[in-house]
Structures are given as C-alpha cells and as structure tokens.
C-alpha cells in the first residue's frame, strides 16, 4: 500500500531523515511562530526572512533575528522564547506526514537501517516521534547541537556522523530532505540525496522543479511511489 522503490531497496542500506518538513507535517507550525513572534514587535514576516531561518541551525537563527531587528532580547532570550511556543505543540499535536510511518515501518522490517537528523531540540523530536509510535524504529539520531562549531545543514557533517553511527558508508545512504540547501549539503558529503516536497520547505514550484531535478529520488507524497 506504501510502496518503497525497488531500486532504493537494492541501492541503499540505510536511510537518513530530516524531520521538520519532512516526516513532521511542522513547518506551518514555524511560520506561524516567526509570524506572531515578530509582529508582536511590530514588524511583519517577509519571504527573505523564512528563506533564511528554515535552513539554518537556531542558534543562528536567533542571532539574525535579534541582529536584523535591532530586538532588546538576547538571542539566547529568543530561543526560550520560540521553545516554549512550539514544545507543546510537539509532545500533543504535530503528525507525521500521511504514508510516512507506514513507509518508514516498512523500510525497518526490509532490514534497512534509519536514522534522523534534525535542527530540532532532541526533547521535541523524541516527543513527536513517540506520540506518533516511531521513535523506537530509528537505530541512531543527531541533532545539530550534536555538531560543534556552528555548523549547519549547508555541511555535510551532520549526515557523515550520523552515517558512522549507523556503521553505513555513505555511498550506501540515502538521506531524505525537505530544503534546498540541505540536500546540497548531504551531497556534498557523498550521499545519494531524495527531495521531500513541503511547501515552505520548497519555497516555490520553481524551488521544487530543481530541487527534484538535482536529486537522485523524489516524494510528493510518502503514499505514493515517486
């Protein structure tokens, strides 16, 4: 009923999974955060503002934000701030997007190997991956505050720890994004690279065009062969 691609079957031994836009149906969720956290301060949400914090780890994006703005909050401030709006959000709402566990439980009976890897807090992951009943089936995560030095999904980094903790070279990974500049990343890093559409996460239906064309597989819809 959820098919995986035979040829992803054959290819790979492993997948690697972002979560937010993703398998996480939460990026409205985001936005709509930014939305009220700034005009609360008078300012309204511009497309270059989503662009730029959707791709980057929160740390940065906190410091842009209270940088931008000219904001009396620190960035560390902004990140309580935007914490406590979303946890509740993670640990009694967010689903998982329609066919992706279905697709993942299927990949994990077949003997593939899962991994996440995520710009989100553990705390929220593992509470919407748990509330949604597939935290258990991944057999290793990372977050970017797992990576030192500032780095982000724009580096291969993340995908090449998370790949050595799952004991699968890279070549045998295929790591699933929903963001532009995440997949070049993983590419980068010599991973086979599969675009998951989002809306915000694409951007634009020219954004998605490329992002398709420049991946090695696509999904449109997890229930759905692509």
């Not at 906190?62 to 959000?89: C, F, H």
């Not at 935290?135 to 990576?147: E, K, N, R, W, Y």
């Not at 990343?185 to 020219?206: L, M, N, P």
């Amino acid at each position: 009923m959820f098919p995986i691609p035979d040829i992803i079957i054959s290819d790979y031994d492993a997948l690697i999974l972002d979560l937010d836009g993703t398998i996480l149906d939460s990026m409205d969720l985001w936005n709509e955060v930014d939305r009220i956290f700034l005009s609360e301060r008078g300012i309204e949400l511009t497309p270059d503002y989503t662009e730029y914090v959707k791709s980057v780890r929160i740390e940065q994006a906190a410091s842009y934000t209270a940088s931008r703005y000219g904001l009396k909050e620190s960035p560390e401030q902004i990140i309580g701030i935007w914490n406590a709006m979303v946890s509740d959000a993670y640990r009694k709402e967010i689903p998982l997007k329609k066919g992706a566990a279905e697709y993942l439980l299927k990949a994990s009976s077949l003997g593939m190997k899962l991994g996440f890897a995520t710009a989100l807090s553990f705390d929220n992951s593992k509470a919407a991956l748990e509330r949604n009943g597939i935290f258990d089936i991944f057999d290793a995560h990372i977050t970017l505050d797992d990576i030192d030095g500032g780095i982000n999904k724009e580096e291969p980094d993340v995908y090449l720890k998370l790949a050595g903790m799952l004991g699968v070279p890279p070549e045998r990974c295929l790591v699933y994004e929903d963001i532009p500049k995440a997949l070049e990343g993983a590419r980068k890093g010599g991973f086979s690279t599969c675009a998951v559409y989002d809306r915000i996460g694409a951007g634009s239906d020219e954004a998605w065009e490329a992002m398709m064309r420049s991946s090695d597989h696509s999904i449109r819809d997890w229930r759905n062969e692509n």
